[in-house]
């Protein structure tokens, strides 16, 4: 079973029109849950830390936010430059070190 | 800054050839990190190092090996390149155990 699931897989999105993608986790000692942005072969640009449930982010037209099992990252009025994958990320403590494991992204799609 | 820079970009080895990817980081990161990415899958950890002279392994170690003997290099051996070493490789660095820089990555095929 994988400790971080994204949803969904891909999403494609009319410029303008918001959307949310979803990071859940199953993982016990949260210790951040990160948001990363990846375009096409390209590495992976950070984005937000969440550390704690209720926490909430923004950069421009995303919004990220946590709760104790998931995250969202909320993109309002998207427009075609946001097209990317989009990657979360769990920091937590398992076997007496902290861990940190990846989901599979959400290839995001914004057409004009 | 140019952050992390990776060398090559691009590679192509035939099984059982060895070869190092380069890192460097020029923003004193203490931490610093090796990926592979495989289509449809998440990031994996090889190997990570918290500072000069030590390194962990990660999740999938097999068939690489790491050194550290600067705060900025942090290179990459593989030895007898396999078919299932076919990824897109990246390093990353962060001040912290927390957000990560990644550099542009390493796309390696082996035939």
């Known amino acids: 079973e994988d400790q971080v699931t994204q949803s969904p897989e891909a999403l494609r999105l009319q410029e303008g029109e918001s959307s949310s993608l979803n990071c859940s986790y199953t993982v016990s000692g949260l210790r951040g849950l990160f948001w990363y942005r990846q375009d096409p072969g390209k590495g992976p640009e950070f984005l937000f830390t969440?550390?704690?449930a209720g926490e909430e982010k923004e950069k421009e037209r995303l919004k990220a936010t946590l709760t104790k099992k998931e995250s969202f990252l909320h993109i309002t009025a998207p427009k075609p430059e946001d097209s990317a994958t989009y990657l979360c990320a769990v920091r937590y403590l398992g076997s007496g070190s902290e861990k940190l494991v990846f989901g599979k992204g959400t290839k995001l799609t914004v057409n004009p | 800054n140019a952050g992390v820079t990776q060398t090559p970009k691009f590679r192509i080895l035939k099984i059982g050839q060895s070869m190092t990817l380069q890192c460097t980081q020029d923003?004193?990161?203490?931490?610093m990190y090796w990926y592979r990415q495989d289509p449809g899958m998440g990031l994996k950890l090889i190997y990570y190092s918290v500072g000069a002279g030590i390194t962990d392994k990660g999740e999938v170690p097999n068939g690489y090996n790491v050194s550290r003997s600067t705060t900025e290099d942090f290179p990459l051996r593989l030895e007898l390149a396999a078919p299932s070493q076919t990824s897109v490789y990246f390093c990353?660095?962060?001040?912290?155990?927390?957000?990560?820089?990644f550099g542009p990555g390493t796309r390696l095929t082996v035939t």
């Open positions: 969440l550390y704690s």
């Open positions: 990353a660095s962060s001040s912290r155990a927390y957000e990560q820089y």
């Open positions: 923003m004193n990161h203490n931490y």
